[in-house]
T-cell receptor
Framework: GENVEQHPSTLSVQEGDSAVIKCTYSDSASNYFPWYKQELGKRPQLIIDIRSNVGEKKDQRIAVTLNKTAKHFSLHITETQPEDSAVYFCAASISGYSTLTFGKGTMLLVSP | DAGVTQSPTHLIKTRGQQVTLRCSPKSGHDTVSWYQQALGQGPQFIFQYYEEEERQRGNFPDRFSGHQFPNYSSELNVNALLLGDSALYLC???????????FGDGTRLSIL
């Protein structure tokens, strides 16, 4: 089955810096790649997603890039703010939007 | 418009017992997926229900079973509980798996 590796496990940045989280996947049939943000004790929330027919997608300070050949995708957050502090999960799906394989998560800490 | 709701929020059981968790999907959604999130890990896909049938299943033993009702709500049942079943159980819903799913706040299950 699909396997998703996520790095780093923790990331500390200063407010205003950029943050990059990287994921690799194993199954070349995967075609949907969402990113979720989970604050402590709260539900995972979708922040951005990309399908395999697109190489890059942006939404304000957040962007995701996908390299199908290398089977990796990355989350880029610019101008980080303390409220960006949370655990971020990448995921991949071979079929549909719901049968997701998640990475182990990255704890992002943004210091004022 | 109510989002995905889960009950109960917390539950404590002992080894060998059985448990039932409940999920009401977001209004207009007909597909329900269940995930297990162990502490410090990403969610793991358990199974997905659509039209009252289990449509897809992850790598979980038969002790994990589910049901979907005509109103699209769903139950997750776990028999013969083990200490390793302690986790946050997340429910997510979507419209026929054709759009990104929305997560509930989860049920925190502790096994003593």
């Amino acid at each position: 089955g699909e396997n998703v590796e996520q790095h780093p496990s923790t990331l500390s940045v200063q407010e205003g810096d950029s943050a990059v989280i990287k994921c690799t996947y194993s199954d070349s049939a995967s075609n949907y790649f969402p990113w979720y943000k989970q604050e402590l004790g709260k539900r995972p929330q979708l922040i951005i997603d990309i399908r395999s027919n697109v190489g890059e997608k942006k939404d304000q300070r957040i962007a995701v890039t996908l390299n199908k050949t290398a089977k990796h995708f990355s989350l880029h957050i610019t101008e980080t703010q303390p409220e960006d502090s949370a655990v971020y999960f990448c995921a991949a799906s071979i079929s549909g939007y719901s049968t997701l394989t998640f990475g182990k998560g990255t704890m992002l800490l943004v210091s004022p | 418009d109510a989002g995905v709701t889960q009950s109960p929020t917390h539950l404590i059981k002992t080894r060998g017992q059985q448990v039932t968790l409940r999920c009401s999907p977001k209004s207009g959604h007909d597909t329900v997926s269940w995930y297990q999130q162990a502490l410090g890990q990403g969610p793991q896909f358990i199974f997905q229900y659509y039209e009252e049938e289990e449509r897809q299943r992850g790598n979980f033993p038969d002790r994990f079973s589910g049901h979907q009702f005509p109103n699209y709500s769903s139950e997750l049942n776990v028999n013969a509980l083990l200490l390793g079943d302690s986790a946050l159980y997340l429910c997510a819903s979507s419209l026929n798996d054709n759009q990104p799913q929305h997560f509930g706040d989860g049920t925190r299950l502790s096994i003593l």
